[in-house]
Structure formats: C-alpha cells, structure tokens
C-alpha cells in the first residue's frame, strides 16, 4: 500500500504543477505532439550511450522503463512514454495465463510504475506484445482467459487515466468472435502491428517494388481492422531496426555495405510517413536501438538512429553526415509522387484521373476503370493507329446498328455512361490490339496478342507508383510481388461498337499436378484469338456441375487453386472470354484430388 500513497502523492503533485521535463508546444500532458501519427522510439537502458544521445533531443518521443533512463532523455528535451518489455509476466500466456484474480492489482502496479517514470499521471503505456495473435476461434479456455487477461489490464490502465498500446505480429485473426474482441481492446487503447522487414530483400527489389511492399505490408493490417470497425487513430506500426540475423525476424539481416542498410532505413521512415498520412494512423514506433547480447551489437546503429530521424524530419537529425560518403540522400525515393490529376504514373506514361474516372461511369467499379486505364496507356506506344481508322469503325457503328444517326449513337452513349472520347478509346484499344497482331505475325513469333500484350504490362506495373497504392490489376501479395494488369472487356458494355457475337476457340482441358497440401495448379494452351480478353476457371464437387467460378479474371492460361480439403476430389473446366464479352463453350472436365 506504501508504494500506491506514494505514486498518489505523485499524481496529485504532477497535476498541480505539470510534469517534470521540457513540453512541446501544443502538447498533451505529458509532453506528446497533439498532432497525429506520434513517432515513438525505443529507448530503454539497453540501448547504448551513442544511441541515446541520438535519441535524447527535442521533438523525439522515447518508449523507456525504469526512472533513470526516461529522465536523462526528458532532460534533454524528448519527451517519454512507459514500455513493458515483459508483459507476460502479468498477463500469462495462451497456454499458461494467469490468475484473473490478480490482474486488477498487477495492472494498478503497472500504472504506478509508468506514472514514476513518465512523470505524468497520464502516461502511454506500450504493452510487449500479445501471443497468439492468429488462433482461431472459438479459442481454447486458456486462451480466452489469457485474452480476457489482456483485456482487464488495458481496461484498468485506461481507467485509471493511462493509454494503453497493444503490440503484435504475425497474422492476426479477425474473424468470427475474434472480431468483437478486437474492437473491445480498441475502445481501450490502441493496436500497434510489428511491420518488420527484410533488408536484405527490401534492397534487392529495388526502389519501386521494395517500397512498395513495406507500404502494402502496412496498409493491409491497417485495413484489415478497419473492416472490423477500429478507426485508424487506434491503430499504429512499428517497424524494425534490429541488428541480429535469426531467420525471419526482420531487420538488417547482415546487409552490407552500411550505406545499403542506411537506405533501407530512410525508406521505412519515408514509407511510413506515406501510409501514416494517407491512413491517418495514430502513431509509428521503432525499434531495434538495443543491444540484447552479441548477435544484436552493431556499430552503425547510431548512425540508423540519426538517419531514421532525419527521413521523418530534417531538423532532428543530420542523416547524410551519418550515413556518410556513398549515402543515397534523396528523400523522394519510392515516394508516392505524382503530378495532380494523376492517379498512377509509370515509365511508360501516366494514366490521368479523369480518364479513370469518365471508366468509372461505364464500368461502376474504380478498380476495372482504372486497370482498363492503365492497360490502355501501356499499350499506347506498341502499335499506331489512325484516328481516322477510329473515326471509321465509329462510322460503321452508326450506319449498322442506328440507321445512320448520329443522335441515336450519341442517345446510346450516354445510356452505356459513355462519353464520346470513351467510345473512341475502346474503339482505339481494340484496333490497336489488331495492330498487334499484325506486328508479332510479321516477326515471325508464335506469342498470342494477350500473352504479349500481358507481359508488356506487367513490367509496366512493376515500375507504377499510383495514387494510396491503388494499383491495377490483381496479384498475390503477400506470397508474390509481380500483378497481371490483364484485359477488362468493356467492349461487352458497348455491343454495338464492334457488333462482335462471335465466341473465342474452346480452351483445352486443363492438366493439374498437386502444389502442396490442399493446392492444385491448373494449365491448358494458351489460345490464339486476337480479340482474347482471358479466362475463366469454373470448379465443381460433382462431375458435370453445377460449377462455381474461381479465382480472378486470368489473363495467363494457368490457376492455382489453394485452401482446398485435402482428399477431396474436384472437376474443373475453363471458359473463354474475349473483348466484347463473348464466352466459348466450357472446356472438357478434368477432376484431381486435393493433396494431403
């Protein structure tokens, strides 16, 4: 009881008088920026002295333990927060959770603790982490104890006025009950996901690709939750800046030479401002300034320190004198920068907003609109054709199908929401697909229009920074970082350009081998016909259907097929699609056997 008089008194002295330490202009409490997202960094007494003096300035915000550490860095201008290395030692684990009866008094202790070494009554408390993240629900009775064991400590901290910050990794489930967990935690504080990366993998992917994918890393825990109903001013990132090289934990992972490492680490500050700002996201943590044994020393971390400090905000630290000679100083590198009115550029071009959005009218989906958009202006330079070669074929369209008037044309447009500059695109995209073909015919190559034309576009896409990382086409991510672009077939919206009703050639039946536990992989022929916009792979329990369409629209003749039942056997066909909509006949039926 001795200890909570004592804490109280402090409580009581530190709302009378404000908290020890320097305070920020437009800053809460205790110190911290009133703006969001909050950088925090770790900071506790196993980060070295030439990091902490990194570290210790104003404008830095440092997660610490203990009194003497968060002091020395609050008098030197920084503000602190508490962190739990050990939260286990309170809460318990999945298999082994503790005692409900003692939560209430473990986390009152906690809070005393906190309250000591931020001196302030209402501190940010980041807890070190939750176990078990992804298990599936309806949960063990240990877990759902542990869990109820997290919950009650998050809830007391608020409570008693603190801000309590969950950390995790891994996969987490959302699903199912898990989901109403989740939001009872976020009404309580706040969710930190632990984005740790690869150096070595980011750097050889390149500018482009490697930025991209810690962006998308983020963005997809963050919306992940937010489909669940936790705002973004409840959810943060930390990322990784850990020295030791155990397989798959992330950090610098050896990378050499120091000046690769550096920019890998001025990327992750740039990326996660990005996302921040794009998602509104409450708060960035670091990690990875402490030394926890031998594999973990390295030399350059105080120069990482400075350079992280200096890619999030050039008044913090002198990053390029740090890193040194051979340093990469560009802070615009794999940045989302495009002009205004663009919504993704790439080396071939840029695909305008409006363009996207006159699609949009006509496709009623911004995801179609804008990869029909990109695909045009990727394939705009591989073949010329004639603006009166459209003006013709939009001739033909009038005298065909409306009599010759031009109104009645016009009249249709606008009930497809079709412009007239859309119409001459599609008419434009569809002869330049004949030009094509008559380009590869004449070299002599036996590529069909779509796989060249998909190749080509996918190496457009590999070097697209598009606005939020809204991105055409579909991929894999996270297992891959490629994405096929692929054919929408607006055509089919707008018969009456072309007047096409003849269906593309009926694929082969597919061959399948296993690809693991419950994965098959599906291939057939590719097929020749110009007007090819793709495939469609359809899957059946019983032989002869009824078949249920899977997987995306394919613009390749190949489909893995994941998440199946091991030991049940499926019966596949494929189905052609080409520009004007237009469908072959189904494919003969193959069936396999879901490996084990």
Known sequence: MRSITIVAALVASILAFGSTGSRARGAD?????????????????????????????????????????????????????????????????????ADPQSIEGAADKLYARAVESTACATPRI?????????????????????????????????????????????NPNTDGDAAEWWRQVAQTGDLVYESYYDAKRIIGLGTVIGTRRMRLGERSVVHQFEAIGITPDHLGIMLGFHSAQTPGIGGRQGLQPTQAWLRVVKWEATQAAQVAGDEKLGSVWSWGWGTFGPESV?????????????????????????????????????????????????????????????????????????????????????????LADVLRVEQAAIDRVFHGSRRGYLEALTRSHATLGVARTLIRDELRRRAIAEMLSARGSSQSVLEWTAD??????????????????AGGFPQTNAREVGVVPLLARMPYLFGDRNPPATPAAPSITPGGVGTLVLTWPALADVDLAGYRVYRSTVSGGPYTAIGPFLDRPTLIDTKLPPGTTFYYVVRAVDTSGNTSEQSPELAATAPA
Request: charged fraction near 20%; include cysteine.
């Open 29 to 97: 409490s205790c110190g911290l920026p009133s703006t969001a997202p909050l950088w925090i960094d770790y900071g506790e007494a196993n980060v070295k002295q030439d990091v902490r003096q990194v570290l210790a300035r104003p404008g830095v915000i440092v997660a610490s333990s203990g009194t003497v550490v968060p002091k020395y860095f609050r008098d030197h201008g920084a503000a602190t927060v508490y962190f739990v290395l050990h939260f286990p030692t309170i809460v318990g684990e999945p298999g082994d959770p």
């Open 126 to 170: 980041a807890l070190n982490e939750l176990f078990g993240p992804g298990l599936a629900t309806p949960w063990s009775q240990t877990n759902a104890t542990y869990r109820a064991n997290v919950l009650a400590v998050m809830q007391r901290l608020r409570d008693r006025g603190a801000r309590p910050e969950l950390l995790l990794q891994g």
């Open 298 to 386: 390295d030399p350059d971390k105080a120069a990482a320190a400075c350079v992280y400090l200096w890619a999030r905000d050039q008044s913090l630290c002198d990053g390029p004198a740090a890193a040194g000679t051979g340093f990469s100083a560009s802070l615009a590198e794999g940045r989302i920068l495009v002009p205004s009115g663009v919504s993704c550029t790439f080396a071939g071009g840029r695909v305008r907003t409006a363009a996207v959005a006159a699609l949009s009218a006509l496709t009623h989906s911004r995801r179609s609109a804008l990869s029909a958009a990109f695909a045009s202006v990727a394939l705009r330079s591989a073949a010329p054709v004639r």
């Open 456 to 473: 080509r576009e996918a190496r457009a896409v590999d070097s697209a920074i598009c606005v939020n990382d809204e991105l055409p086409g």
